[in-house]
Protein backbone atom coordinates (compact mmCIF):
# COMPACT_ATOMS: atom_id res chain seq x y z
CA UNK A 1 0.00 0.00 0.00
CA UNK A 2 1.10 3.49 -0.83
CA UNK A 3 1.60 5.97 1.65
CA UNK A 4 0.25 9.24 1.51
CA UNK A 5 2.59 11.86 1.24
CA UNK A 6 2.62 14.73 3.24
CA UNK A 7 3.50 18.56 2.67
CA UNK A 8 4.11 19.70 6.01
CA UNK A 9 5.50 22.94 7.35
CA UNK A 10 6.80 23.71 11.01
CA UNK A 11 5.37 25.99 12.73
CA UNK A 12 8.83 26.74 15.06
CA UNK A 13 11.04 26.92 12.37
CA UNK A 14 8.69 27.37 9.36
CA UNK A 15 10.52 24.74 7.43
CA UNK A 16 8.65 22.97 4.77
CA UNK A 17 9.54 19.45 4.13
CA UNK A 18 7.83 16.85 2.26
CA UNK A 19 7.38 13.00 4.16
CA UNK A 20 5.90 9.91 3.27
CA UNK A 21 3.87 8.96 6.70
CA UNK A 22 0.59 6.63 7.65
CA UNK A 23 -2.15 8.49 8.41
CA UNK A 24 -1.59 6.95 12.21
CA UNK A 25 2.15 9.00 11.85
CA UNK A 26 0.16 12.24 11.19
CA UNK A 27 -2.59 12.02 14.07
CA UNK A 28 0.10 10.46 16.35
CA UNK A 29 2.13 14.00 15.92
CA UNK A 30 5.09 10.78 15.66
CA UNK A 31 6.45 13.35 12.66
CA UNK A 32 9.13 15.74 13.51
CA UNK A 33 10.59 19.09 11.97
CA UNK A 34 14.13 17.50 10.20
CA UNK A 35 15.28 20.78 10.77
CA UNK A 36 14.61 21.53 14.79
CA UNK A 37 12.82 18.33 15.92
CA UNK A 38 9.72 20.07 16.83
CA UNK A 39 6.38 18.29 15.98
CA UNK A 40 4.18 21.07 15.95
CA UNK A 41 3.67 20.73 12.64
CA UNK A 42 0.66 22.22 10.01
CA UNK A 43 -0.30 20.60 6.74
CA UNK A 44 0.31 22.49 3.58
CA UNK A 45 -2.42 22.07 0.96
CA UNK A 46 -1.09 21.57 -2.54
CA UNK A 47 -2.59 24.06 -5.02
CA UNK A 48 -2.53 21.48 -7.62
CA UNK A 49 -5.41 19.13 -5.31
CA UNK A 50 -7.34 22.55 -5.26
CA UNK A 51 -7.44 22.71 -9.20
CA UNK A 52 -8.30 19.31 -9.75
CA UNK A 53 -11.05 19.51 -7.38
CA UNK A 54 -12.52 22.95 -8.96
CA UNK A 55 -12.52 21.06 -12.27
CA UNK A 56 -14.63 18.03 -10.60
CA UNK A 57 -18.15 17.67 -10.54
CA UNK A 58 -19.69 18.48 -7.34
CA UNK A 59 -20.56 14.78 -5.72
CA UNK A 60 -22.83 16.16 -3.95
CA UNK A 61 -25.05 18.24 -6.52
CA UNK A 62 -25.27 15.55 -9.53
CA UNK A 63 -24.73 17.18 -12.67
CA UNK A 64 -23.28 20.56 -11.49
CA UNK A 65 -20.16 22.07 -12.70
CA UNK A 66 -18.04 24.45 -11.22
CA UNK A 67 -17.70 25.75 -14.90
CA UNK A 68 -21.81 26.25 -15.24
CA UNK A 69 -21.84 29.58 -12.62
CA UNK A 70 -20.68 27.14 -9.20
CA UNK A 71 -22.36 24.73 -7.93
CA UNK A 72 -26.94 24.95 -7.58
CA UNK A 73 -25.57 28.72 -8.30
CA UNK A 74 -23.84 28.70 -5.64
CA UNK A 75 -25.87 27.28 -3.28
CA UNK A 76 -24.57 23.85 -2.76
CA UNK A 77 -25.54 22.60 0.49
CA UNK A 78 -21.83 21.21 0.70
CA UNK A 79 -20.65 24.79 0.03
CA UNK A 80 -18.73 23.36 -2.97
CA UNK A 81 -18.81 26.00 -5.12
ZN1 LIG B 1 11.27 23.14 12.70
Do not use: H, W
Not at 2 to 7: I, K, N, R, S, V
Request: proline residues 5%.
Amino acid sequence: MALPYYDLRCAACQTAFSIKATVKDRTDKSISCPDCGARDLETIYRKVNILRYKNKDCDVCPGSSAFSGGCRGGACPAGRV
